[in-house]
C-alpha cells in the first residue's frame, strides 16, 4: 500500500476536509478511486438562504439540538399577560361587602337627670341602673303608666321568658310621657327627654321596636334589623311591636337575632 496525498483528486476531498490527510489503499481500489469522474462542483452561496416560513406551523423557535446524555432542559414558564381592556372601561376591583350606612350623629343638647319634668325623674327611679339593653316602643308609656295594653302585656311577658336576660340587665324607656299631653298621642316623640334618659342610662344597646326609627331621633339612617353605632352604642330597629304580636314567625326569627346579637355573634 502507497500513501496517497488527499490534494491529488477530488475524489478524495472529502476525507482531506473531515482532516485525514493519507490514507492507505490497495492498487487496485487507488486506481478505481481515481478513475471516477470529477462531480460538477456547486457554487457556495455566501449568505445561507433563510427557509419559507410556513404558515402552518408555530412561530417559536426550535430549541437547538440537545448533546447526546445531557438532562433535558428545564421547562420555560411564561406568565400569559392580559388581553387589553376596551378604552374607556377600568379595571374589575373585588366586590366588597357593602359595611351598614351610619347614622346621622345623636343630638347633643341631652339634660341632665336634676333637669327633667318630675314624670322622667320619678321613672328613672323606677328604672334599673347601668342597664347593657334598653327597649322602647309606641304607646311604652301608656303600658308602664297603668293602663296597659293586654296583647302588650302578654308580649312583654313572652318577650322577656324567650329572651331569658338576667334581671336588672334590661330595661324599659318611653319615647314620651303618660298621660299625653295637649297635642301627644302614642305616636308622639320627646326625642330629647328619650335621648337624655339612654345617655343616662348609657346601655351597650337600644332596641327600638317600631318598624322605623322615628324621625325625632335623627336615626334616619337606620334599616331594620342592620345593627348601627351612634354616638358609642348599637341601636337596632325591629319590625313595630303590634306586628310581631300578630306574626309568630317573625316574632321567632326576632329572638334568634337578638340573641345572636346579645351573644356577640
Known amino acids: 500500500m502507497a500513501p496517497v496525498p488527499l490534494n491529488i483528486a477530488p475524489a478524495f476531498r472529502p476525507w482531506r476536509q473531515a482532516g485525514i490527510t493519507y490514507l492507505l489503499l490497495d492498487d487496485e481500489v487507488r486506481e478505481r478511486l481515481l478513475a471516477r469522474p470529477e462531480p460538477a462542483v456547486e457554487p457556495v452561496p455566501t449568505q445561507p438562504i433563510p427557509p419559507r416560513p410556513d404558515p402552518m406551523r408555530s412561530d417559536r423557535r426550535q430549541p437547538p439540538a440537545r448533546p447526546a446524555g445531557s438532562p433535558p432542559p428545564r ?8 388581553p387589553p381592556r376596551p378604552a374607556g372601561t377600568r379595571a374589575q376591583e373585588p366586590v366588597q361587602e357593602a359595611a351598614p350606612r351610619p347614622a346621622r350623629p345623636l343630638r347633643d343638647d341631652a339634660l341632665p337627670p336634676e333637669q327633667w319634668p318630675a314624670y322622667w325623674k320619678t321613672l328613672l327611679k323606677k328604672t334599673p341602673s ?47 310621657r303618660y298621660p299625653y299631653g295637649e297635642g301627644e298621642s302614642e305616636q308622639s316623640v320627646d326625642a330629647r327627654l328619650f335621648l337624655s334618659g339612654v345617655s343616662v342610662l348609657n346601655p351597650e344597646s337600644v332596641i327600638l321596636m317600631c318598624g322605623q326609627a322615628p324621625p325625632e331621633l335623627g336615626l334616619d339612617g337606620l334599616s331594620p334589623l342592620l345593627p348601627s353605632i351612634v354616638g358609642g352604642r348599637r341601636f337596632v330597629v325591629t319590625p313595630h311591636v303590634d306586628d310581631l304580636i300578630g306574626q309568630p314567625q317573625r316574632y321567632a326569627q326576632l329572638i334568634t337575632f337578638l340573641k345572636a346579637l346579645i351573644a356577640g355573634r
Not at 164 to 172: E, N
Open 75 to 82: 421547562p420555560e414558564y411564561r406568565q400569559t399577560p392580559p
Open 130 to 176: 347601668s342597664p347593657s339593653l334598653v327597649w322602647t316602643y309606641p304607646s311604652l308609656s301608656r303600658d308602664l303608666g297603668g293602663d296597659a295594653d293586654a296583647a302588650h302585656r302578654d308580649f312583654l311577658r313572652r318577650l322577656l321568658g324567650d329572651m331569658a336576660l338576667p334581671k336588672g340587665s334590661h330595661a324599659f324607656w318611653p319615647l314620651n
